[in-house]
């Protein structure tokens, strides 16, 4: 079995990484896909739509192009996992994970102890919730090694 394992959220640390090499250790049949990772690239992903003068234009044609690609790539995908980091407010992991939920797409949330309270929602549609990659390696592994 090949799993495409779709990895949302949070951008500063090396979670991502982690997790692809973990998964590689251990052999497993994982194609991974994400959302563009690269910050300003993001951010000028609506440019090509031309230059805008006000910053919401701007956010919002951005928006708009980067959503292709993540609509896309979780409706293709198996599993996602999304990550909630401390540093920033990740809005668009919550709505990926709430997109999860809506077309019944399993996802586990990756994220510490401390911000349990306000992802319980988020938390509380997830098939698992785990904080560390080395747990989300573990369930992967689990799902595809086990009869």
């Given at each position: 079995m090949n799993l495409t394992v779709y990895l949302s959220g949070e951008i500063h640390t090396d979670w991502r990484k982690r997790l692809k090499e973990g998964c590689e250790a251990h052999n497993l049949s994982i194609t991974f896909t994400s959302a563009v990772t690269d910050h300003d690239a993001s951010d000028a992903?609506?440019?090509?739509l031309g230059v805008e003068s006000v910053s919401y234009w701007r956010d919002h044609k951005s928006a708009?192009?980067?959503a292709i690609r993540t609509k896309t790539?979780?409706?293709?995908c198996d599993i996602a996992i999304v990550r909630f980091g401390d540093k920033y407010k990740q809005w668009n992991a919550a709505f990926d994970a709430g997109y999860c939920a809506a077309l019944g797409t399993p996802y586990i949330t990756l994220h510490n102890e401390d911000i349990i309270?306000?992802?319980?929602?988020v938390d509380g549609s997830a098939?698992?919730?785990a904080t560390t990659p080395e747990q989300v390696i573990e369930i992967l592994k689990y799902t595809l090694t086990k009869e």
């Open positions: 992903a609506g440019d090509v708009k192009v980067n790539l979780i409706e293709s309270h306000p992802l319980k929602e098939i698992a919730w």
